[in-house]
Antibody, heavy 118, light 108 residues
Framework: DVQLVESGGGLVQPGGSRKLSCAAS????????MHWVRQAPEKGLEWVAY????????YYADTVKGRFTISRDNPKNTLFLQMTSLRSEDTAMYYC???????????WGQGTTLTVSS | QIVLTQSPAIMSASLGERVTMTCTAS???????LHWYQQKPGSSPKLWIY???NLASGVPARFSGSGSGTSYSLTISSMEAEDAATYYC?????????FGSGTKLEIK
């Protein structure tokens, strides 16, 4: 079965940094593009970043461009999101999601919660 | 960026009632790249309808999707209790790959 397990969330001070991880299993990780999507408390879904299967193509939402870096380690079946210069508005549940070959998100992790607060 | 506007933001329906919610894009989106997700409180989103009208695995046949260009909709032919959830439309036509703000469907 496909599994995506996020980790690395927690409490961070404004201006701080954090690195999220997403451990993938049950499929050939190196064959699929991956995304990060976040959801602020009681708010809707916000797409954050995308990385292609071989890391050659990367996109970011304008709200995180220049502060967040998406990366992946295919041999270790792991997706990352390095976050710097964190702001209170980055407080959210962060989900990783697999992109199907037809450009939709067919599997999602359970999410990891990031709180940015002093 | 392509803005997706969902309406209504909140709606309630009686069991057995027909339900329709809409998603309007600020510019044209290929129907292949317009998708819907269902999310219930405390749970991750689930793929519900992909490429406008294709039901994801396990989605009941009372659900359907339609649309083209800038106007899309999700319809439930007969509301059931388990359908209470928030539904988000999503476009993969162009980065940034935006979501709508969601339609929260409640039971009347």
């Amino acid at each position: 079965d496909v599994q995506l397990v996020e980790s690395g969330g927690g409490l961070v001070q404004p201006g701080g940094s954090r690195k999220l991880s997403c451990a993938a299993s049950g499929f050939t990780f190196s064959s699929f593009g991956m995304h990060w999507v976040r959801q602020a408390p009681e708010k809707g879904l916000e797409w954050v970043a995308y990385i292609s299967s071989g890391s050659s193509t990367i996109y970011y939402a304008d709200t995180v461009k220049g502060r967040f870096t998406i990366s992946r380690d295919n041999p270790k079946n792991t997706l990352f999101l390095q976050m710097t210069s964190l702001r209170s508005e980055d407080t959210a549940m962060y989900y990783c999601a697999r992109e199907d070959y037809s450009y939709y998100f067919d599997y999602w992790g359970q999410g990891t919660t990031l709180t940015v607060s002093s | 960026q392509i803005v997706l506007t969902q309406s209504p933001a909140i709606m309630s329906a009686s069991l057995g009632e027909r339900v329709t919610m809409t998603c309007t894009a600020s510019s044209s989106v290929s129907s292949s790249y317009l998708h819907w997700y269902q999310q219930k409180p405390g749970s991750s989103p689930k793929l519900w309808i992909y490429s406008t009208s294709n039901l994801a695995s396990g989605v009941p046949a009372r659900f359907s999707g339609s649309g083209s260009g800038t106007s899309y909709s999700l319809t439930i032919s007969s509301m059931e209790a388990e359908d209470a959830a928030t539904y988000y439309c999503h476009q993969y036509h162009r980065s940034p790959f935006t979501f709508g703000s969601g339609t929260k469907l409640e039971i009347k």
